[in-house]
C-alpha cells in the first residue's frame, strides 16, 4: 500500500493541487507514515525530503493553508493535519519537518504553535534527527526577527557545527544580518533575539567555512548601489568588522583575504581606513593573486596610489605565489599619478615580478 501510496503523491503532485488535504492527506499519510527510512542523514535532508512522498504532502499541505488564507477560509483542519505531520517521530515526520523548516517563516505565520514547541524541539538537541534539521534551518529559510528569535539557539549551533563551504554564505547570513542591524542601530538585540558577541564567538569557534562564507557574504554587501559604499563602511561594515571578526592570526587565510582585500576595494574613498582595518587579516596571495582583478576594475590605484601600492606588495609581494597577470598594468596606473613611486624599492620588485609572469 505504501507503494501505491506514492504513485497516488506522484498523479497529485503532477495535476491540480487544490483540495488535496480535504479529499486524500489522511489516507496517504496512514500509508506514507510507515515507510521505512531510504536515505543517510548525512546527506542533503531537505533534497531527499523534497523527493520523497511524505515531503510532497507536505508541500501540497502547505500550499492548501497558503490558497484557503487567501481565500479568507479557516485552515484549522489543515494546521491539525501539520501538526499530526511535525510530531511524527518517524522517518515521514522527519521529511515532513524537513520542508516545514524550509518555510519556516510561513509556518510562523500560519501556525506558530507547531513552529514552536514542536519544531523548536525537534531542531534542538545532539540527535541525528535534530542535527540534520538544524542543517536545513541555517541554510535555506530568509532572515527574519520572528524567525532568528524563536531559533536562536539553534541557528548558533548549526553554524559552529556548519563545515561545508557550499552555502556558507546563507548560513552566515543568519548571523551576520542582525548584528549589522544592531550595530547600525535599526534594530536592537531582543528583535532579533541574538547579541553581536554572539555573531563574533561563533566565528571564533567555528569551522573555517563559516569564516569564508562570512566573507562572500560581506563582499557581496560592500557592492552595493542601494547606498554610498563609503558610508556603508563607515557606519556598517567596518563597525561590524571590528567587533565581530577574530584577531589572532591563527584565522588568516588566504581564501579569506581575498574577499576582504575586495571589501576594501568597494569602500570607494574610505579605502585607505578599509584598508588599515582589515590589513592584519589579509594574507599573501596564493594562485587567486588576491584582490588584483578587483583593484583593475576600481580607480583605486589613481586615487590612493600609495595605498594601492601597500596592498599589492602585502598581497602580491615575496611571500606571495600567486599569477598577478594584471600586475604590470596597474603599476604603470600608479606611476602616473605619483612618478615619485617609480623609486620605491617595493615597486621595482614587482615590476620585475610582472615581467617574469608576462
Request: with cysteine.
Amino acid at each position: 500500500m505504501a507503494l501505491l501510496a506514492d504513485r497516488l503523491v506522484d498523479l497529485l503532485s503532477a495535476g491540480s493541487r487544490d483540495g488535496i488535504a480535504d479529499q486524500w492527506w489522511d489516507r496517504l499519510w496512514s500509508f506514507i507514515v510507515k515507510a521505512p527510512a531510504d536515505a543517510e542523514l548525512e546527506k542533503d535532508l531537505l533534497s531527499t525530503a523534497v523527493n520523497r512522498s511524505a515531503g510532497r504532502l507536505t508541500q501540497m499541505l502547505l500550499a492548501d493553508i497558503q490558497s484557503r488564507r487567501k481565500a479568507n477560509q479557516a485552515t484549522d483542519d489543515l494546521v491539525a493535519r501539520l501538526t499530526q505531520a511535525a510530531t511524527d517521530n518517524g522517518w515521514a515526520g522527519l521529511l515532513a519537518s524537513a520542508v516545514m523548516v524550509r518555510d519556516i517563516s510561513f509556518v510562523l505565520a500560519v501556525a506558530p504553535d507547531v513552529a514552536d514547541p514542536i519544531l523548536v524541539d525537534r531542531t534542538n538537541g545532539d540527535s541525528g534527527h535534530a542535527k540534520a534539521l538544524r542543517r536545513v534551518l541555517i541554510t535555506y529559510p530568509r532572515v527574519t526577527k520572528s524567525f532568528s528569535k524563536t531559533f536562536a539557539g539553534q541557528i548558533l549551533q548549526g553554524s559552529v557545527d556548519w563545515t561545508s563551504d557550499s552555502r556558507s554564505d546563507h548560513v552566515a547570513a543568519k548571523l551576520l544580518l542582525p548584528a549589522l542591524r544592531i550595530i547600525r542601530g535599526q534594530d536592537s538585540e531582543d528583535d532579533w533575539g541574538t547579541t553581536v558577541a554572539d555573531a563574533a564567538a561563533t566565528l571564533r569557534n567555528g569551522h573555517p567555512a563559516i569564516r569564508l562564507g562570512a566573507a562572500m557574504l560581506l563582499r557581496q554587501w560592500s557592492k552595493t548601489e542601494e547606498e554610498d559604499s563609503a558610508a556603508l563602511w563607515r557606519d556598517g561594515l567596518g563597525p561590524l568588522m571590528s567587533r565581530i571578526w577574530p584577531k589572532a592570526s591563527q584565522f588568516v587565510s588566504e581564501a579569506v583575504a581575498s574577499h576582504l582585500v575586495a571589501i576594501a576595494i568597494h569602500a570607494n574613498e574610505a579605502f585607505p581606513e578599509a584598508f588599515r582595518a582589515l590589513k592584519p587579516y589579509l594574507a599573501a596571495a596564493g594562485h587567486r593573486a588576491g584582490g588584483v582583478y578587483a583593484l583593475k576594475q576600481s580607480k583605486i590605484p589613481e586615487t590612493f596610489p600609495g595605498e594601492t601600492l601597500e596592498l599589492l606588495w602585502l598581497t602580491c609581494g615575496p611571500r606571495s605565489n600567486g599569477q598577478a597577470y594584471e600586475m604590470g598594468s596597474l603599476l604603470d596606473r600608479i606611476v602616473k599619478v605619483k612618478p615619485q613611486l617609480e623609486t620605491d624599492r617595493r615597486l621595482q620588485w614587482l615590476e620585475l615580478r610582472a615581467v617574469l609572469v608576462r
